[in-house]
């Protein structure tokens, strides 16, 4: 697949609609609006990352690194990954066209709507049927479905045995892989996955669904334009129109203005917040809410150790860097055990190691002087016997949302000291061990709690801080996706300017968040059509993908 991307210095000076960011947000928004018949301009400050381009040496992904937040920012800004350093968390995500698709697990899994109901959500966001309906058609765009045939898989089998000794039962969720060479409902062809397991550093074979290759190439396909290395700065009122400043990382920092009626800010949870944060600073009358309720979705991840039989977690790569002969190391994640109890959600999915936090291993078991254990690690090498015992598994819990997003020296970071401490996390961790132990593994917490980086947590699934709500005193965003003006009463909103990403999102939702963020989205751009008056057809068969769009 090649998507044609344009350089900041070639956008228009206004258009109907600007949507920033691409990840599940931004891509539903600029499918949507350019399906509305509206001219589109999608910006993205990453790079449109293609399946072979992604790094597979260590080398390679450390130079694809990018450090801000709390600390001078260092790296390339237009890296695949980002680390945000705060204040007891810090926050792992991605930068490029398809947003967090491009690195996750695609775990798809509906949320429980009655748990977001006790944690406050709108009620008009719950019972419209909207919601129901943003569901169904994220689901069927991102094509997700269970992983087929499981069992094949020996880190599968070890959560079969996890579960059993949970006395729980082991669950399939849909993910957003594809099985099978074929079209996607976009028109795009993917090759079937090849259970390399490595997801998580960007797939190199087109088989995991990423929004660039489904909602973005559908917006391109319907006239949108796409602008990669184009970070926006700042965003302001001018007039019935909406300002942005974006900046050109693809060469000389060159900055120009941008205009437009309709603005969808869907920069990633991060990134969102940044912008608005600057923008209340700057003058914009926004709810005294902004940055509140930041929820980490009661993230974690924690090791079974020495298992008694082996679990070939560790990914293979491609092209292969695994043993000729080794067993397929099966998707990044392929099943779930739900733990949840009257205490609260707590799902734990199995996940694959990289290489590069594989070789770490023995560095990691030598500080802690378990020495015989170290040498066992360094002598049978990534994917020797000692390796293949231990199983990465990451928790998606509850929290209370307290966290606070505020500005550092211009920049976005967590604030949020308790997060370890919270109640929620603690009872997950808790029921973690209890299964890995009655399993007859060792229990290992999260590792990479950094002490370089004052001891944070590092969480994938930040939530909040722009969160929707019935007025203004409660939240930034309303229910139908636009920005409260307080100017305008409690329940009174700017004209044209929405927020479509994981700021969005009020609470913890329980289970991985990519298909709640895609399906409110996709809610948000039902009632600007209905609103707008415009047609929104996305049920038809996709276009035939013209040759300046994709080949």
Same mark, same amino acid.
């Not at 998507?3 to 920033?20: E, G, N, S």
């Not at 129901?132 to 169904?136: A, F, I, K, N, P």
């Not at 940055?291 to 930041?294: A, D, L, P, T, V």
């Not at 047609?535 to 035939?544: A, E, K, M, N, T």
């Given at each position: 697949m090649k998507? #044609?991307?344009?350089?900041?210095?070639?956008?228009?000076?206004?258009?109907?609609?600007?949507?920033?960011g691409?990840?599940?947000?931004?891509?539903?928004?600029?499918?949507?609006?350019?399906?509305?018949?509206?001219?589109?301009?999608?910006?993205? #400050?990453?790079?449109?990352w293609?399946?072979?381009? &992604?790094?597979t040496?260590?080398?390679?992904?450390?130079k694809?690194?990018y450090?801000?937040?709390?600390?001078?920012?260092?790296?390339?800004?237009?890296?695949?990954?980002?680390?945000?350093?705060?204040?007891?968390?810090?926050?792992?995500?991605?930068t490029?066209? /398809?947003?967090?698709?491009?690195?996750?697990?695609?775990?798809?899994?509906?949320?429980?709507?009655?748990q977001?109901?006790?944690?406050?959500?709108? @009620?008009?966001?719950?019972?419209?049927?909207?919601l129901?309906?943003?569901?169904?058609r994220?689901?069927?765009?991102?094509?997700?479905?269970?992983v087929?045939?499981?069992?094949?898989?020996?880190?599968?089998?070890a959560?079969?045995?996890?579960a059993?000794?949970?006395?729980?039962?082991?669950?399939r969720?849909?993910?957003?892989?594809?099985?099978?060479?074929?079209?996607?409902?976009?028109?795009?062809?993917?090759?079937?996955?090849?259970?390399?397991?490595?997801?998580?550093?960007?797939?190199n074979?087109?088989?995991?669904?990423?929004? /660039?290759?489904?909602y973005?190439?559908?917006?391109?396909?319907?006239?949108?334009?796409v602008?990669?290395?184009?970070?926006v700065?700042s965003?302001?009122?001018?007039g019935?129109?909406?300002?942005v400043?974006?900046e050109?990382?693809?060469?000389?920092?060159?900055?120009?203005?941008?205009?437009?009626?309709?603005?969808?800010?869907?920069?990633?949870?991060?990134?969102?917040n940044?912008?608005?944060?600057?923008?209340q600073s700057?003058?914009?009358?926004?709810?005294?809410r902004l940055?509140?309720? &930041?929820s980490?979705?009661?993230?974690?991840?924690?090791?079974?150790?020495?298992?008694?039989?082996?679990?070939?977690?560790?990914?293979?790569?491609?092209?292969?860097?695994?043993?000729? /002969?080794?067993?397929?190391?099966?998707?990044?994640?392929t099943?779930?055990?739900?733990?949840?109890?009257?205490?609260?959600?707590?799902?734990?999915?199995?996940?694959?190691?990289?290489?590069?936090?594989?070789?770490?291993?023995p560095?990691k078991?030598?500080?802690?002087l378990?020495?015989?254990?170290?040498?066992?690690?360094?002598?049978?090498?990534?994917?020797?016997?000692?390796?293949?015992?231990?199983?990465?598994l990451?928790?998606?819990?509850?929290?209370?949302?307290?966290?606070r997003?505020?500005?550092?020296?211009?920049?976005?970071?967590?604030?949020?000291?308790?997060?370890?401490k919270?109640?929620?996390?603690?009872a997950?961790?808790?029921?973690?061990?209890?299964m890995? @132990?009655?399993?007859?593994?060792?229990f290992?917490?999260?590792?990479?709690?950094?002490r370089?980086?004052?001891?944070?947590?590092?969480?994938?699934?930040?939530?909040?801080?722009?969160?929707?709500?019935?007025?203004?005193?409660?939240?930034v965003?309303?229910?139908?996706?636009r920005? &409260?003006?307080p100017?305008?009463?409690?329940?009174g909103?700017?004209? /044209?300017?929405?927020?479509?990403?994981?700021?969005?999102?009020?609470?913890?939702?329980?289970?991985?968040?990519l298909?709640?963020?895609?399906?409110?989205?996709?809610?948000a751009?039902?009632?600007?059509?209905?609103?707008?008056?415009r047609?929104?057809?996305?049920?038809?068969?996709?276009?035939?993908l013209?040759?300046?769009?994709?080949?």
């Open positions: 998507l #044609q991307t344009k350089p900041a210095r070639q956008l228009a000076p206004t258009y109907d609609a600007i949507v920033v691409s990840g599940y947000g931004g891509g539903v928004a600029a499918s949507r609006l350019a399906r509305m018949g509206f001219s589109v301009a999608v910006m993205e #400050q990453g790079r449109d293609r399946p072979g381009d &992604f790094p040496t260590t080398k390679a992904r450390l694809s690194m450090v801000t937040g709390k600390m001078p920012s260092i790296g390339d800004p237009t890296g695949l990954w980002r680390l945000t350093v705060g204040k007891g968390l810090s926050v792992f995500a991605a490029g066209l /398809g947003g967090g698709s491009l690195i996750n697990a695609g775990i798809a899994l509906r949320p429980d709507l009655h977001l109901r006790k944690s406050g959500w709108p @009620e008009a966001v719950l019972c419209d049927g909207r129901d309906e943003g569901l169904r994220a689901e069927r765009m991102l094509g997700a479905k269970p087929p045939n499981p069992e094949r898989f020996a880190k599968y089998a959560m079969e045995r996890a059993a000794a949970a006395g729980k039962k082991l669950r969720p849909a993910m957003t892989i594809s099985h099978k060479s074929g079209r996607n409902a976009a028109g795009v062809m993917q090759e079937a996955c090849e259970h390399c397991g490595d997801c998580w550093s960007g797939c074979t087109t088989a995991k669904t990423t929004v /660039g290759m489904t973005i190439a559908d917006a391109v396909d319907n006239g949108a334009q602008f990669c290395e184009s970070r700065a965003i302001a009122k001018a019935d129109d909406w300002a400043e974006v050109d990382l693809s060469g000389g920092g060159e900055r120009r203005q941008v205009k437009a009626k309709n603005l969808v800010l869907a920069a990633g949870t991060l990134g969102t940044e912008l608005l944060l600057r923008a700057d003058g914009l009358a926004l709810s005294k940055g509140e309720k &930041f980490a979705n009661g993230d974690d991840l924690v090791f079974a150790n020495k298992l008694a039989q082996p679990a070939n977690a560790v990914a293979a790569g491609h092209p292969s860097q695994a043993p000729l /002969g080794m067993p397929p190391v099966g998707p990044h994640s099943s779930m055990i739900d733990l949840g109890d009257e205490l609260g959600p707590a799902c734990i999915h199995d996940g694959s190691m990289l290489t590069m936090m594989a070789r770490l291993a560095y078991e030598a500080l802690n378990c020495f015989d254990r170290a040498w066992r690690l360094l002598r049978g090498g990534v994917y020797g016997d000692e390796q293949s015992r231990d199983l990465i990451y928790i998606v819990a509850h929290d209370d949302a307290s966290g997003l505020k500005l550092h020296k211009g920049r976005v970071i967590v604030d949020w000291p308790d997060y370890s919270s109640a929620g996390l603690v997950a961790q808790t029921k973690a061990q209890a890995i @132990e009655a399993m007859g593994g060792v290992q917490s999260n590792p990479f709690v950094m370089s980086f004052g001891g944070n947590r590092i969480i994938a699934h930040p939530l909040g801080g722009c969160g929707m709500a019935e007025h203004v005193d409660q939240g965003v309303a229910p139908d996706g920005v &409260f003006d100017s305008k009463g409690p329940r909103v700017y004209e /044209g300017l929405y927020v479509c990403d994981g700021a969005a999102v009020p609470s913890s939702v329980g289970v991985s968040p298909l709640t963020i895609t399906a409110l989205a996709e809610r751009m039902i009632l600007a059509a209905e609103r707008l008056n047609p929104l057809d996305v049920d038809g068969s996709p276009r035939q013209r040759g300046d769009a994709l080949v």
